[in-house]
């Protein structure tokens, strides 16, 4: 992927920050999904007083994505950090939405952590999630 693209998709993701809605943790996380249509979708974490029900900014961006009949992506670029923080730090996926990425993603699926458009680390999904139960084990 260029680094055009790779810089743009961050910027939907820090952008997205904005709409975190996390009065508990104060944590605030941004996600760009990249279709391969080239269509972005973006994501932003969601908390709940009741705790469970929160979801991440990679599941809603995928969930508004696959809601919308898209199953193939390219790559997904991650920001997060606590509101405060003046820099932010590489926040990584939880295993949970490894997960859901493993659900529709191939292992050339590209996962970008930034810290800012300049800052960044890529990982295919096999780097996050090695040896992974997916739909092939399920599915012939
Ligand atoms: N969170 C994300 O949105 N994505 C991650 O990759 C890590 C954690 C959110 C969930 C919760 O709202 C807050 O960060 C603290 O866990």
């Given at each position: 992927m260029d680094e055009q693209k790779i810089k743009e998709l961050i910027t939907y993701a820090l952008n997205m920050?904005?709409?975190?809605?996390?009065?508990?943790?104060k944590f605030k996380v941004g996600a760009a999904l990249l279709s391969s249509e080239g269509k972005i979708y973006t994501g932003c974490n969601i908390e709940n007083a009741?705790?469970?029900?929160?979801?991440?900014?990679?599941?809603?961006a995928f969930f508004k994505a696959v809601s919308e009949g898209v199953r193939e992506f390219k790559a997904i670029a991650i920001v997060g950090g606590h509101a405060d923080d003046?820099?932010?730090?590489?926040?990584?996926?939880?295993?949970?939405?490894?997960?859901?990425m493993s659900e529709f993603c191939r292992d050339s699926f590209l996962v970008i952590i930034a810290k800012s458009v300049d800052e960044y680390r890529t990982f295919s999904l096999p780097d996050i999630l090695p040896e992974r139960f997916g739909p092939k084990d399920l599915l012939c």
């Amino acid at each position: 992927m260029d680094e055009q693209k790779i810089k743009e998709l961050i910027t939907y993701a820090l952008n997205m920050r904005a709409f975190s809605y996390t009065p508990y943790s104060k944590f605030k996380v941004g996600a760009a999904l990249l279709s391969s249509e080239g269509k972005i979708y973006t994501g932003c974490n969601i908390e709940n007083a009741s705790y469970t029900p929160t979801i991440c900014a990679e599941r809603t961006a995928f969930f508004k994505a696959v809601s919308e009949g898209v199953r193939e992506f390219k790559a997904i670029a991650i920001v997060g950090g606590h509101a405060d923080d003046k820099e932010l730090d590489y926040c990584f996926p939880c295993g949970v939405c490894r997960q859901v990425m493993s659900e529709f993603c191939r292992d050339s699926f590209l996962v970008i952590i930034a810290k800012s458009v300049d800052e960044y680390r890529t990982f295919s999904l096999p780097d996050i999630l090695p040896e992974r139960f997916g739909p092939k084990d399920l599915l012939c």
